[in-house]
């Protein structure tokens, strides 16, 4: 079993549909949880950090599951412009800053 | 400009030559890491640095080495490259913190012949 899950898609949306990603992450001594965005053929960049308590920026949403062991990412009123694949990284504490990555959830947004 | 630039960006090369992946930052950061990712797949660590004395192998160290010869550069060498390393590399930083972000180069695309 890998350590971080994610369904790979792909998903394929209308503009203005809300659509949710999951991912799961087997260590329980996983302490951080980031999602970041992947354009085809580029680098990662931290798309946002997920807390705790969930945090929102603008229209994504994300939340931890910590007994369920899970992560979700929500986006709202998708856009064109959402198009990419989304990679879930769990750090754990003892690992001191190595991160694994999800393989991605791929997503495209269709006019 | 970039703060974390990798050069080359493409390389073509054929089984068995020696390969030098170059990364530069400019961020300021301890922390430096060499990353693969395979099509469709995510990104696995090769060898991670935490300072200019500190190298660590990842998850699939096999086939590669690597040098930090400074703060800011960390190079990755494939000391006989064979076809299945065929891949995209990422370099990337970190300032530290265990909860720290981190920041990519725009990668190196190697395809061994």
């Known amino acids: 079993r890998k350590e971080v899950e994610q369904d790979p898609g792909p998903f394929n949306v209308p503009e203005g549909a809300t659509v949710a990603f999951n991912c799961t992450y087997s260590n329980s001594a996983s302490q951080s949880f980031f999602w970041y965005r992947q354009d085809c053929r580029k680098e990662p960049k931290l798309l946002m950090s997920?807390?705790?308590s969930g945090n929102e920026d603008g229209r994504f949403t994300a939340q931890l599951n910590r007994a369920s062991q899970y992560i979700s990412l929500l986006i709202r009123d998708s856009k064109l412009s959402d198009s990419a694949t989304y990679l879930c990284v769990v750090n754990k504490r003892t690992n001191a800053g190595k991160s694994t990555f999800g393989d991605g959830t791929t997503l495209t947004v269709k006019p | 400009d970039a703060d974390v630039t990798q050069t080359p960006r493409n390389r073509i090369t054929k089984t068995g030559k020696r390969i030098m992946l170059e990364c530069s930052q400019t961020k300021g950061h301890d922390r430096m890491y060499w990353y693969r990712q395979d099509p469709g797949l995510g990104l696995r660590l090769i060898y991670y640095s935490f300072d200019v004395k500190d190298i660590n192998k990842g998850e699939i160290s096999d086939g590669y080495s690597v040098s930090r010869q400074a703060q800011a550069k960390f190079s990755l060498s494939l000391e006989s490259a064979i076809p299945n390393q065929t891949a995209l590399y990422f370099c990337?930083?970190?300032?530290?913190?265990?909860?720290?972000?981190?920041?990519f180069g725009e990668g190196s695309r190697l395809t061994v012949l």
């Open positions: 997920v807390y705790s």
């Open positions: 990337a930083t970190s300032d530290g913190r265990d909860t720290g972000e981190l920041f």
